[in-house]
């Protein structure tokens, strides 16, 4: 079994940054893929970004990109969100998983099988 936990989370003003990690309980192995999901109240849960983790080939919604940046530490097991030029419309709390081996980076939600508890980020205005 894998445990994920988050952390990082805040509350910050538009257009600040934030930095969101991840830890494993385990070592990852490099067939994985770790994503970010977020979910605002009311919505669906939403793919932001993912990583395989042995090449570290990523994957982002249209809406992050340029913005969100995913990012692993190797040896530390650990994926990071660097988050810059919040939004509100970022606000939601975003949840960590881990991706079982696909032949694609999977970007969607039913494609991982580990997850985190989440933690919340929130973007005034």
Known sequence: QVQLVESGGGSVQAGDSLR????????????????????????????????????????????????????????ENTAYLQMNSLKPEDTAVYYCAAARPMLDVPATADEYTYWGQGTQVTVSS
């Open 20 to 75: 969101l990690s991840c830890r494993s309980s385990r070592r990852i192995l490099g067939s994985y893929a770790m994503g970010w999901f977020r979910q605002a109240p009311w919505k669906e849960r939403e793919f932001v970004a993912a990583i395989r983790w042995n090449d570290g080939t990523t994957r982002y919604v249209d809406s992050v990109k340029g913005r969100l940046i995913i990012s692993r530490a190797y040896t």
